[in-house]
């Protein structure tokens, strides 16, 4: 015992007490007894740290026996300090801690012989555990995450979850838009979930929103990251594609299995998500959470960029004027720029926004809601919400005749800013009639006015949460005689209601130019028409013997099914056949590419406001192996015809009379090589430099067609017919190219000066709407989570009509389904579609010359229903008639802007406008 040896040594002892410190090491197994530790890094890294430190304070007991004891027998040499006898404890740790370091400062050094001895093994010992221990320690404490932790939300403020496909630029991108100024009030964090840390690069952009965006390490799978990211918590879970990806469908199963865990861990959460392939919508729709009703949606870029590309096939430039509306943009002019340059740019500046409409237009036609808008606050009113009469799901009608505008009604604008929107709020007849500076239009103090905010903010309060009928109940409860008074129930029928009477005159001859039809039902006359039948037909009729004419839901043209060998034409047959007014499809594919949906494509052309005589022929120049995998979604459209060639060959683009057609669409379906990323649109660049560089021989005349020369059809099964002189250089072929990579749009125009860096948007192909690139539609996902009406109303323009119960049909994978003519199917036809007026003639012929834009607004809505919605005018002004001018598109012109001869207006025009319209 240490008292004995202290009697005999004299002084006191300090023993071997020393060596309780070897207890340290059981620590790491206590803390996992009691579940303190869980996973094997923390409990690898206590076993270190415990053995380390154990070690090191017993070895430092060790020389502080041994130096305050001296050497046997006589223990006289003991470790002595300015002649003052002994060596603390601490000393030897700092001692221990130099020598194992290595440093060896030799401020302190053993003096016994047993000391010097002790020493020497421990530097052995001591030194080689130093070196195996602190690297490992350090290497544990290193890949602790350092984006791991919790989100925590101290502000109160709202947050969304990003995950997906998160790299530099694609969160560049997103935030740019997100965050941009012209929103209102966005006060959201971004929350952003991916399993790799973030590149130097990437941490710069963090650092620089730090206070607006926060960066964790997890995986979606896993429910504990889940939580550390407060998904139950956020506002909405976006789930960003990647769209540069080797294989889409693997890119759609890992995004579609991420929000099936993002659902199981909170089934109330909004999702909004971005997917490659149109056909993969349906494995979303066993999810059971998934509802489109509560806000969540599907950003599919095959269907909105061939949707994109299609409505450019039926007005040229309408693409880049759409993705400049859901794209946030600020615009600024110069006078160092092309006058070209400063008005595309001035439309590149508006947006799409919502606005709950005042209670001065309430009994307004939409016609004279949208020239009050447009004349008055300087906006331009598109589309309203209208709602059910029967407590249904709301529609979003685009320019409807007819209706009534009820109250409450949210209105959907074309503007600079959102500020601007607010105009449409605060309009109040009473207050705002004299007022000519549309700035000074703000909130009045009017009695009316404050009654009816009253009511519709208490609606949007309640109403989400609510039934149909609370909110009945709710306005009804407004003060009498107020301009809220008028409920819901009484509202007028949307424009899309069923009509009571189809005109004969709308739809043409039964021959339908090469429609097959049933003799036995044509043959039998009738002076009156029926609603349930298709218009070709007699009032009697027998189910067995109508042709159906639309798809199920009477949205779509259709036709039986047709093999593909029925639709293929060599390259002699295409030459024997005189095409013109056709679209041509260059497609670029391997036999086994991934599907790129060409349905999505040729759908919009087929809408059934269209008539039959109306739709343009599609030709596909591409290989037939990977059209024949496409083929199934197709054979049920009319109007296709396939050529087995490529698209580089100039043979086969004469014989499908490129100079001929009204739109030649470049696509291709390629996988992009990881190799160099850039090449990826190497054939379509070529193919368009290619026609360029063509010439065709303009000596074809016009031919016209014979009225009685109704059974000589060519084998495409249209008349042999010309409506116009093609054009002698390629250059001057109507052609829209779709790109991968945005850098690659230098390559398309060789005349052009822009410069490399140029945002997509700014460089003139884009500008004059012949280059189309998937990276437009980045946007969407900001512009979905900050308005959700705004996808719809753009999935409805650009995809012809396509409704959740086609979509439902479409997944069953049998394709489009034909259906009979009904009432109900039959109403579907009238609605608004995209169309392109010219102001060389025609109607409207006498505002081309010196006219503005405002007169030219007002009199299209007033005369004809058509809504104006921009220009699409020749760059080089002083040439305008010059075919080889290049065009650009102006986006809500002012209200004075000039207009020029050779201008063409986008418009929105009605099923029956036909007459008015030269589209």
């Known amino acids: 015992p240490p008292s004995f040896v202290s009697i005999y040594l004299n002084r006191t002892w300090i023993g071997l007490r020393f060596l309780r410190a070897l207890r340290l090491m059981t620590v790491p197994d206590i803390l996992q007894y009691l579940n303190i530790l869980k996973t094997s890094t923390s409990i690898r890294l206590a076993q270190l740290i415990s053995i380390f430190i154990s070690v090191w304070l017993t070895a430092a007991g060790i020389i502080h026996l041994l130096e305050n004891s001296g050497d046997p027998p006589d223990f006289s040499n003991a470790y002595e300090v300015n002649g003052t006898r002994g ?69 109160g403020r709202r947050h969304i979850v990003v995950c997906g496909h998160i790299t530099y630029e694609s969160v560049s991108h997103f935030l740019k838009d997100f965050l941009h100024e012209d929103r209102e009030d966005v006060d959201v964090e971004v929350v952003f979930l991916h399993r790799a840390e973030p590149d130097l690069e990437f941490e710069g952009l963090l650092k620089r929103q730090h206070t607006r965006v926060k960066y964790f390490q997890g995986s979606l799978m896993n429910a504990m990251d889940l939580e550390r990211a407060k998904v139950h918590e956020a506002d909405a879970c976006l789930v960003l594609a990647n769209k540069y990806c080797q294989d889409p469908d693997a890119e759609d199963a890992a995004n579609i299995m991420r929000v099936i ?7 109330d959460i909004r999702v909004i998500i971005q997917l490659m392939q149109y056909h993969n919508k349906a494995y979303l729709l066993n999810i059971p959470s998934w509802d489109w009703k509560q806000g969540d949606d599907v950003i599919c870029l095959a269907e909105l960029k061939l949707g994109f590309i299609a409505q450019s096939c039926l007005a040229p430039g309408f693409s880049t004027m759409m993705a400049n509306l859901f794209a946030m943009r600020s615009f600024k002019t110069s006078p160092d720029m092309a006058a070209w340059q400063n008005d595309y740019l001035q439309g590149t500046g508006c947006e799409m926004y919502t606005e709950t409409l005042s209670p001065t237009f309430t009994g307004m036609s939409f016609s004279q809601a949208s020239e009050l808008c447009f004349v008055k606050l300087k906006l331009l009113l598109l589309a309203i919400e209208v709602k059910s009469d029967d407590g ?22 074309i503007a600079q800013s959102a500020e601007e929107v607010k105009r449409a709020w605060f309009y109040c007849k009473a207050c705002h009639e004299d007022v000519k500076d549309e700035n000074q239009i703000k909130k009045c103090k009017c009695k009316n006015l404050a009654t009816f905010r009253k009511g519709v903010r208490a609606i949007q309060l309640v109403g989400r949460a609510s039934e149909h009928k609370d909110d009945d109940n709710l306005l009804a409860t407004t003060k009498p005689g107020g301009p809220a008074q008028s409920s819901m129930v009484n509202a007028t029928k949307p424009a899309n209601n069923v009509k009571k009477n189809v005109s004969v005159k709308e739809e043409p001859k039964p021959n339908m130019n090469g429609r097959p039809t049933n003799k036995a039902a044509v043959q039998q006359k009738s002076a009156k028409m029926e609603v349930g039948i298709a218009d070709d037909q007699a009032k009697d009729f027998d189910f067995e013997k109508t042709e159906m004419k639309y798809d199920s839901t009477g949205m779509f043209h259709w036709t039986p099914a047709r093999a593909i060998e029925d639709c293929i034409l060599d390259r002699n047959q295409a030459a024997m056949t005189v095409l013109n007014g056709h679209v041509v499809v260059c497609l670029f594919a391997d036999p086994d590419s991934p599907l790129i949906g060409l349905r999505n494509l040729v759908m ?12 343009k022929h599609v030709v596909i120049v591409g290989s037939v192996d990977y059209i024949r995998r496409e083929w199934k979604t197709l054979q049920n459209l009319p109007k296709i015809s396939v050529l087995n060639g490529s698209p580089l060959s100039r043979a086969d683009l004469r014989a499908v009379n490129v100079n001929l057609c009204d739109m030649c669409v470049i696509l291709s379906a390629k996988v992009p090589s990881n190799d160099d990323p850039t090449l990826a649109d190497k054939e379509a660049i070529l193919a368009s430099l290619n026609i360029k560089a063509m010439t065709f021989d303009d000596t074809i005349g016009v031919l016209s067609q014979n009225n009685g020369a109704s059974d000589s059809l060519s084998p495409l099964g249209s008349p042999i017919v010309l409506q116009r002189k093609g054009s002698v250089y390629g250059a001057n072929v109507p052609m829209i190219t779709e790109l991968v990579n945005d850098s690659n749009v230098q390559f398309l125009d060789q005349d052009d000066d822009d410069d490399p860096d140029t945002e997509l948007y700014l460089t003139q192909p884009f500008a004059c709407g012949t280059a189309f690139a998937v990276s437009v539609l980045d946007s969407l996902m900001s512009t979905t989570y900050f308005n959700q009406n705004a996808l719809t109303l753009i999935r409805s323009l650009i995809t012809g009509g396509a409704t959740p119960e086609l979509e439902l049909i479409l997944a069953e994978g049998a394709g489009l389904r034909g259906g009979y003519s009904t009432p109900e199917t039959l109403s579907n036809r009238d609605r608004c579609r995209v169309g392109q007026i010219s102001l060389f003639e025609g109607p409207l012929a006498s505002f081309g010359e ?29 040439n305008a008639f010059d075919a080889s001018s290049k065009r650009y598109v102006i986006t809500n012109p002012p209200t004075d802007f000039n207009l020029l001869p050779s201008d063409q207006v986008f418009v929105f025009i009605h099923w029956r406008g036909r007459k008015t319209s030269s589209v």
């Open 87 to 155: 060596l603390s404890y601490w000393d030897c740790v700092y001692f221990m801690m130099v020598t194992m370091s290595t440093v060896g400062y030799g401020d302190i050094s053993c003096k016994t012989i047993l000391g010097k001895v002790a020493i020497i093994i421990f530097i052995f010992g001591g030194l080689a555990m130093f070196a195996s221990c602190i690297p490992e320690i350090i290497d544990l404490i290193g890949t602790r995450p350092k984006y791991g932790g919790c989100y925590k939300n101290e502000r």
């Open 261 to 267: 865990s993002i659902k199981n861990y909170s089934d």
């Open 392 to 413: 249904g799901d709301s529609k979003i009608s685009i320019n409807p005749r007819g209706a009534k505008i009820p109250a409450n009604t949210v209105g959907f604008f």
């Open 604 to 615: 919009p052309l087929r809408a059934s406001n269209f008539h039959y005589h109306e739709l």
């Open 850 to 878: 010196g006219g503005k834009y405002i007169d030219l607004f007002v009199a299209a809505l007033r005369n004809y229903g058509m809504l104006c919605i921009g220009l699409y005018r020749f760059r080089d002004t002083a």
